[in-house]
């Protein structure tokens, strides 16, 4: 079955980087969008970028636009997530997220990776 | 940038019908979609495409969308349906993707 692990969080300060990952098996990663979603603490759910299965058109939120760089290792089955110039208003659990094969949504979900920026 | 709006939270008994709106003004172009999330898990998708669900998910639950506002209605909620739901969708250049603010279901 779908299993997604993510793995790179931590504690860090703010203005400093950090780059999660996220291990995916039991599909044909090659195939597949994925996402990174977010959850600050006590918070909604707030979408942060999409990659296209064959990594040729990347998007990300308002919100993380120029800092967040959201990439894929098809060799290694591994999405990314390379977060530059970290605020405090970052921390939360980030969860990748395998986008359906038929449509622009989330199907499968890991379990998350908490990140907290804070001195 | 785009939103999709959800009411914080919703409470019914045991047994009734709750029903949860989305509201944004690319809904009548997009479909929406409904997550479930149990306190500490991850989401779980229960419906697709508006309306559609998926394998697994109780009968239920069931969706339906109409023009700017979206709905997830639990028919017949049980203690078990308590859970942050959260509507999903794209805007018209479909580049963006958002998730409304989520609404708490209290059945008790």
């Known amino acids: 079955q779908v299993q997604l692990v993510e793995s790179g969080g931590g504690v860090v300060q703010p203005g400093r980087s950090l780059r999660l990952s996220c291990a995916a098996s039991?599909?044909?990663?090659?195939?597949?969008?994925m996402h990174w979603v977010r959850q600050a603490p006590g918070k909604g759910l707030e979408w942060v970028a999409v990659?296209?299965?064959?990594?040729?058109?990347?998007f990300y939120a308002d919100s993380v636009k120029g800092r967040f760089t959201i990439s894929r290792d098809i060799s290694k089955n591994t999405l990314y997530l390379q977060m530059n110039s970290l605020r405090a208003e970052d921390t939360a659990v980030y969860y990748c997220?395998?986008?359906?094969?038929?449509?622009?949504?989330?199907?499968?979900w890991g379990q998350g990776t908490l990140v907290t920026v804070s001195s | 940038s785009y939103e999709l709006t959800q009411p914080p939270s919703v409470s019914v008994s045991p047994g009734q019908t709750a029903r949860i709106t989305c509201s944004g003004d690319?809904?009548?172009?997009?479909?929406a979609y409904w997550y479930q999330q149990k306190s500490g898990q991850a989401p779980v998708l229960v419906i697709y495409?508006?309306?559609k669900r998926p394998s697994g998910i109780p009968e239920r639950f069931s969706g339906s969308s109409s023009g700017t506002m979206a709905t997830l209605t639990i028919s017949g909620a049980q203690v078990e349906d308590e859970a942050d739901y959260s509507c999903?969708?794209?805007?018209?250049?479909?580049?963006?993707?958002?998730f409304g603010g989520g609404t708490k279901l209290t059945v008790l």
């Open positions: 997220a395998r986008e359906s094969g038929s449509g622009s949504y989330p199907d499968s």
């Open positions: 039991g599909f044909t990663f090659s195939t597949y969008g």
């Open positions: 990659i296209w299965f064959d990594g040729s058109n990347k």
């Open positions: 690319a809904l009548p172009k997009k479909y």
């Open positions: 495409e508006d309306s």
């Open positions: 999903y969708s794209t805007d018209i250049s479909v580049y963006h993707r958002v």
